[in-house]
């Protein structure tokens, strides 16, 4: 999800990892690998609906993370990256989809402002099992749709389940407000459902 224009926060990523040749036999196939690994650290590629092959991409839905994936060496660079992606300075956001980095699994990063320090953090497999009838429009914007944002209506509050990286386990959590709003966008990419799809009206950022 793009950030709103407010200025924002500069991040700095203050660990880096060395992607071996050896780490890309398994879990991940080798096209994935590639991906996470085309360079040692930094920002990855994004795919945006600015050329027909990403916006092909952007429509699929998503493979489930196996646990031997998230204790992967390359998982955690995986996120590394992504992070470093969504907080790039020059193109920053509040939220990020695997897909979004060319990668077709289940995993987003969210920036919980509902939290003391507003950390970003990170969920494998997440699902919605709960929207509230009521419901809220609001402005969104994506990094995969650069140059527009658009108006959509959507639940005031949910509750997720997901995987956590750390440890693997299921869990439940209720969440409201501006980061139930990201979490509904950043879980839509992994269902191939963009904001544009919901909106009410899309525009042209000024």
């Given at each position: ?7 924002g ?70 996120m ?126 000024e």
């Amino acid at each position: 999800m793009k950030k709103r224009s407010s200025g924002g926060t500069r991040y700095v990523i203050a660990a880096l990892m060395v992607l071996t040749a050896t780490a890309c036999t398994k879990p991940f196939p080798k096209k994935a690998c590639d991906i996470i690994g085309t360079t040692e650290e930094g920002i990855m590629t994004l795919c945006t609906v600015e050329t027909t092959r990403d916006s092909l991409f952007l429509r699929q839905h998503c493979s489930t993370l196996n646990r031997k994936q998230m204790r992967s060496d390359l998982f955690e660079t995986l996120m590394i990256r992504m992070l470093a992606t969504v907080n790039d300075p020059h193109n920053p956001g509040v939220g990020i989809a695997a897909p979004q980095v060319g990668l077709s699994y289940r995993l987003v990063a969210v920036k919980r402002f509902d939290k003391i320090g507003e950390p970003f953090e990170f969920y494998a497999n997440p699902q919605i099992i709960y929207y509230s009838p009521k419901t809220s429009e609001g402005r969104e914007g994506c990094l995969s749709i650069p140059g527009y944002a658009g108006q959509v209506e959507r639940s005031v509050e949910i509750v997720i389940r997901y995987e956590n990286p750390a440890d693997c386990k299921p869990k439940q959590e209720r969440v409201k407000g501006y980061t139930a709003v990201i979490f509904q966008h950043e879980i839509d990419h992994l269902n191939g459902i963009l904001y544009t799809d919901r909106a009410s009206k899309v525009y042209r950022r000024e």
